[in-house]
T-cell receptor, first 114, second 112 residues
Framework: GAVVSQHPSRVICKSGTSVKIECRSL??????MFWYRQFPKKSLMLMAT?????????EQGVEKDKFLINHASLTLSTLTVTSAHPEDSSFYIC??????????FGPGTRLLVL | GENVEQHPSTLSVQEGDSAVIKCTYS??????FPWYKQELGKRPQLIID?????GEKKDQRIAVTLNKTAKHFSLHITETQPEDSAVYFC???????????FGQGTRLTINP
């Protein structure tokens, strides 16, 4: 199957700082990528849909000014958590969709805000 | 929008037995249904998917069945092995927004 990478895998930051997470589709082009948040023992919660060359579509309740998404190329989407607080600590996972609508997930980023 | 319900939330079976996980969906326009397996701390991995133009698909020990009329689909794992232990998520593709809606997940434990 297709490969999606995500970087960093783990990050610890101080409260009030910003953190950028990168998601890359390594062997296919993805006009659409997705960003999820997953709490322990819970399902995947979609945060936003990232569209190449246009603004992201955010799910209800997700603050677009806090979770900045940029999809500048067909293989890269970034999520920036701005002014991070301890409640933003979570497992963030991206996915990329190929031409057949199949979604492949990245390995996830575990964020800890102190 | 689409709503997906998944049952059971936990499932424990003896090694070698079969496991079945069921999902229902609400939007009859949905036409793509993938299943993902997620091991602890890892990414969800696509294990099988089905589109609404077929009723069943099989890949070795894994099969998925789809009943469009009843709006439910199921994952079947035969001859289970310890490495099948994981959390399994079903999903349905919401046509309008073109996004996957996930079920709540099933924690499958294979007992040796």
């Amino acid at each position: 199957g297709a490969v999606v990478s995500q970087h960093p895998s783990r990050v610890i930051c101080k409260s009030g700082t910003s953190v950028k997470i990168e998601c890359r589709s390594l062997d296919f082009q993805a006009t659409t990528m997705f960003w999820y948040r997953q709490f322990p023992k819970k399902s995947l919660m979609l945060m936003a849909t990232s569209n190449e060359g246009s603004k992201a579509t955010y799910e209800q309740g997700v603050e677009k000014d806090k979770f900045l998404i940029n999809h500048a190329s067909l293989t890269l989407s970034t999520l920036t958590v701005t002014s991070a607080h301890p409640e933003d600590s979570s497992f963030y996972i991206c996915s990329a969709r190929d031409a057949r609508e199949t979604q492949y997930f990245g390995p996830g980023t575990r964020l800890l805000v102190l | 929008g689409e709503n997906v319900e998944q049952h059971p939330s936990t499932l424990s079976v003896q090694e070698g037995d079969s496991a079945v996980i069921k999902c229902t969906y609400s939007d009859s326009a949905s036409n793509y249904f993938p299943w993902y397996k997620q091991e602890l701390g890892k990414r969800p991995q696509l294990i099988i998917d089905i589109r609404s133009n077929v009723g069943e698909k099989k890949d070795q020990r894994i099969a998925v069945t789809l009943n469009k009329t009843a709006k439910h689909f199921s994952l079947h794992i035969t001859e289970t092995q310890p490495e099948d232990s994981a959390v399994y998520f079903c999903a349905a593709l919401e046509q309008g927004a073109q996004k996957l809606v996930f079920g709540q997940g099933t924690r499958l434990t294979i007992n040796p």
